[in-house]
């Protein structure tokens, strides 16, 4: 590699770096070495940029603000006594050719004599093979002075926090053979100096008496920069990590429910998926009226209106009794399988009156929708929940562990709320076919208006279900601004 790597030099202060940084670039310009500066953020690259002016020095200033010029920019960098000021992260990938870029300039002149590619094709095209043989020349002629001056000089106003960028924004100059030169310019007071305490380097500079504009070549001071840099990078590595792993939690999740959907998008059937969501609403139904106390404490009739509201329940819990011989007679398991068999004969009758392929098209639109929207519900509780999990830290809690737990609870949550919905709509949903095309509507699928906990009425006369209550992730109708959930709802 042709490319000269000095050695840093540090100074005291900022005011003394940038000093003798405006000194060198007037002492690279007036060679006519062009020059390339480095800035680690858009506000100090405009801070030396009035420098520069103040010091009577032409100049290009690319970063963020001027991004629409970065192509003009980087092919006039490397002509003779230009200066550019650019962020560390402007420009990367690009390389700046030694006199300059013969297309640019061939185009840059054609278009300053009033031929455009767009306006004037045939004139354009007729004159560039002269133009472009022109400016191939003159960029030979302009790279030889160039390199005999010494190629790119590369010069850094400060240490990034990663060496990486540090040693990519040396990498500019030097390219395919060309000669190069670079040098990092820093300053005990620079961000990355100041996050890890230079207070010991600067007592030592300080008791040996040197300037402000003076440099300071110290292996200790190197070593306090490598250092600072380790520890920055360490750090980023160990966030990244720790992103990764709550990251992992919610790609977990999505496998599953993506898994789900990519049944239905590859065209499986889906009937028997569907009549196992069935079976683990119910069997949750019943579940809840039936965890705690006797059966003479049950309240079934609260069950059965959930029921009811549910699917047509054929049965009544006064036949139940009168069956079972009272209700100190009812099971768990019997009334769990009971109330299934009803269900699925009672989804047989639906099937047969919508007709099998009809029904098939329901279950799928059905959960296609209830999977997505409640999907993007659940990411929404994952991003809140995350924003405040840091804090269990406070309590002698892994936050890590936290959120997989909870995340967990708000997943099997919202897996019971989608077999829900589903069960409830596909049996009270209005159906409608269009006969040209054979597609099948359910009425009230893209927008419902159910909350979390499911409350679906029975079908009426028009065969539409009719569904109360606020979602629990809309805004609340006080106008607070906030959740439901979050306000009247969190009770």
């Known amino acids: 590699m042709v490319r000269v790597d000095q050695a840093d030099l540090v100074y005291k202060s900022?005011?003394?770096?940038?000093?003798?940084?405006?000194?060198?670039?007037?002492?690279?310009?007036?060679?006519?070495?062009?020059?390339?500066?480095?800035?680690?953020?858009?506000?100090?690259?405009?801070?030396?940029?009035?420098?520069?002016?103040?010091?009577?020095?032409?100049?290009?200033?690319?970063?963020?603000?001027?991004?629409?010029?970065?192509?003009?920019?980087?092919?006039?960098?490397?002509?003779?006594?230009?200066v550019t000021v650019a962020t560390n992260m402007a420009g990367r990938g690009t390389d700046i050719m030694l006199g300059g870029n013969p297309d640019f300039m061939a185009d840059f002149e054609l278009q300053r004599r009033g031929l455009s590619p767009v306006d004037t094709p045939e004139e354009y095209e007729a004159a560039w093979p002269v133009e472009i043989a022109k400016q191939k020349a003159a960029v030979l002629k302009a790279h030889e002075e160039v390199t005999a001056l010494g190629g790119l000089y590369v010069l850094g106003t400060e240490r990034h926090e990663s060496r990486r960028i540090d040693n990519q924004l040396r990498g500019r100059s030097g390219r395919q053979g060309d000669p190069g030169e670079s040098r990092f310019y820093l300053s005990l007071q620079d961000e990355l100096m100041r996050r890890f305490n230079s207070g010991m380097v600067e007592r030592f500079l300080s008791a040996a008496g040197l300037p402000e504009d003076a440099p300071i070549e110290s292996k200790m001071v190197s070593n306090a920069i490598r250092s600072a840099q380790t520890q920055v990078e360490a750090q980023n590595f160990e966030i990244r990590k720790n992103v990764l792993k709550y990251d992992d939690v919610l790609n977990r999740q999505r496998q599953v429910v993506y898994g789900e959907r990519r049944l239905v998008l590859e065209g499986e059937d889906i009937k028997d998926q569907v009549q196992t969501f069935l079976q683990d609403t119910l069997a949750a139904y019943v579940g809840a009226a039936t965890a705690e106390g006797f059966p003479e404490d049950w309240d079934l009739e609260a069950l059965w209106t959930a029921l009811h509201a549910l699917y047509p329940i054929s049965f009544t819990v006064a036949e139940l009794e009168t069956e079972l011989g009272g209700r100190k007679g009812i099971d768990t398991d019997y009334l769990t399988q009971r109330v299934i068999d009803d269900a699925i004969a009672a989804y047989a009758k639906r099937e047969e009156a919508l007709g099998s392929e009809v029904m098939r098209e329901l279950e799928r639109k059905v959960l296609l929708s209830v999977f997505d929207r409640k999907w993007r519900e659940h990411l929404f509780e994952m991003d809140y929940l995350q924003e405040g999990i840091g804090l269990r830290a406070m309590a002698q809690r892994d936050p890590l562990v936290e959120y997989q737990r909870e995340g967990y609870d708000l997943f099997a949550a919202m897996m019971d709320a989608i077999k829900e919905e589903i069960a409830g709509y596909l049996f009270n949903v209005e159906v409608t076919v269009e006969e040209s095309t054979k597609d099948v509507k359910a009425k009230g699928l893209e927008t419902p208006k159910t909350p979390l906990g499911l409350q679906y009425s029975a079908a009426d006369e028009s065969g539409v279900a009719q569904s109360s209550g606020i979602s629990r992730n809309a805004p609340c109708p006080c106008g607070s601004g906030k959740k439901y959930k979050r306000c009247h709802g969190e009770a």
């Open 14 to 82: 900022e005011i003394g770096k940038f000093a003798a940084v405006a000194q060198d670039i007037v002492d690279r310009h007036r060679k006519g070495q062009p020059v390339l500066v480095g800035t680690v953020s858009v506000e100090k690259s405009e801070e030396l940029s009035a420098v520069l002016r103040k010091n009577g020095i032409p100049h290009e200033v690319l970063n963020a603000k001027h991004h629409e010029r970065e192509a003009s920019i980087i092919a006039r960098a490397g002509v003779v006594g230009a």
